[in-house]
């Protein structure tokens, strides 16, 4: 589902806001600084500010989506006790849902409104003369 053509479509949609009020954010693989901190820090140093409209085109939920398939991201992150792949219980996905869980709801209490949307371009939308990114 990469390259589908995610970028267009998202940069149609944000076309007609003034662009002194939005702010795009990809959130692709972490980099060395952002591996130094919490796994939602690279989203929390991003949140707008009030009156701000920012997209996400990747979400801190996507993290334990992608690090569940490659394990040695989690190894990577310094977490003490998280030396190999094994070291990965149930419980930690459990405490990572729930620091996600929590880290929204404190947002949605200090007045954030949180908006959440899946987009799916077909392999047919994707083959068609439309550029491809």
């Known amino acids: 589902m990469d390259t589908a053509g995610k970028d267009s479509i998202l940069r149609r949609l944000v076309s007609g806001i ?3 009020g939005i702010q795009v954010h990809g959130l692709k693989k972490p980099t060395a600084k952002d591996r130094l901190h919490d796994f939602l820090w ?19 939920s996507k993290e334990v989506l992608v690090t569940k398939v490659h394990p040695e991201y989690i190894v990577g992150q310094n977490i003490p006790g998280i030396e190999s792949g094994k070291d990965i219980t149930e419980d930690f996905w459990q405490n990572r849902y729930k620091a996600i869980r929590n880290f929204e709801k404190n947002l949605i209490q200090s007045g954030t409104v949180i908006m959440k949307f899946f ?3 077909s392999r047919a939308e994707r ?6 990114e």
Do not use: A, E, Y
């Open 42 to 60: 690279r989203v929390i140093d991003k949140l707008p500010q009030k009156d701000m409209l920012h997209v996400f085109k990747h979400s801190h």
């Open 18 to 20: 003034n662009p002194q």
């Open 127 to 132: 083959t068609t003369d439309g550029p491809n």
């Open 119 to 121: 987009l799916n371009v």
